[in-house]
């Protein structure tokens, strides 16, 4: 069974950084898409990021592209979330998420939140 494990988030300012990481068990992940999704207070789940672990292939949302960077350790079964120039309206839980496909995931982790303030 896939265990996905959030850590890193935060309290911080405006312009600050952060990294998360998801830590992933319970199989080999050759081939599966990992992501990261976020959740706003009052606010549907949104997709953030995603990387193909076996190529390192990336995908970003419109709203962190340049900013945000996501990235994958296969010796570690780890998986980052580098958060720059963070902004008050990135606040949310976020969330990890691992699938054999982009689009269709099946396991979450419990997520964790990143609060900015301005």
């Known amino acids: 069974q896939v265990q996905l494990v959030e850590s890193g988030g935060g309290l911080v300012q405006a312009g600050d950084s952060l990294r998360l990481s998801c830590a992933a068990s319970?199989?080999?992940?050759?081939?599966?898409?990992m992501g990261w999704f976020r959740r706003a207070p009052g606010k549907e789940r949104e997709f953030v990021a995603t990387?193909?672990?076996?190529?390192?292939?990336?995908s970003y949302a419109d709203a962190v592209k340049g900013r945000f960077t996501i990235s994958r350790d296969r010796a570690k079964n780890t998986v980052y979330l580098q958060m720059n120039s963070l902004k008050p309206e990135d606040t949310a839980v976020y969330y990890c998420?691992?699938?054999?496909?982009?689009?269709?995931?099946?396991?979450w982790g419990q997520g964790t939140q990143v609060t900015v303030s301005s």
């Open positions: 998420a691992a699938g054999r496909r982009a689009g269709s995931y099946e396991s």
């Open positions: 319970g199989r080999t992940f050759s081939g599966w898409v």
């Open positions: 990387i193909n672990w076996n190529n390192g292939l990336t």
